[in-house]
Nanobody
Framework: QVHLVESGGGLVHPGGSLRLSCAAS????????LGWFRQAPGKQREAVAC????????FYGESVKGRFTISRDNVENTVYLQMNRAKPEDTAAYYC????????????????WGQGTQVTVSS
């Protein structure tokens, strides 16, 4: 059973930075990636960024390209999301999840999800 725990959410001013962490345990071979997804009130959940567990290839949603960076620490079994140049529209609950990736063009969340961490971008 994969267990994912997010941390690092909070309030950030527009243009500011924030780093989210996802500590993973119980790693299996049932997926090839880990990703960050977000959901704002009244909106559909969207894939923000994903990283392939085997080759470190990455996927980014169009709205965060050039601003967010996903990375992983294999020793700590932790995936990070560095959020730069934050915008009010980045406000959402952010979730870490196991993912199925196809190259850098597709990332789909699978069955294992963390509890989420809230990010609010506001002045």
């Amino acid at each position: 059973q994969v267990h994912l725990v997010e941390s690092g959410g909070g309030l950030v001013h527009p243009g500011g930075s924030l780093r989210l962490s996802c500590a993973a345990s119980g790693i299996t071979m049932d997926y090839n990636g880990l990703g960050w997804f977000r959901q704002a009130p009244g909106k559909q959940r969207e894939a923000v960024a994903c990283i392939n567990s085997q080759d470190d290839s990455t996927f980014y949603g169009e709205s965060v390209k050039g601003r967010f960076t996903i990375s992983r620490d294999n020793v700590e079994n932790t995936v990070y999301l560095q959020m730069n140049r934050a915008k009010p529209e980045d406000t959402a609950a952010y979730y870490c999840a196991t993912a199925l990736m196809e190259g850098s063009t597709l990332c789909i969340g699978l069955d294992n999800w963390g509890q989420g961490t809230q990010v609010t971008v506001s002045s």
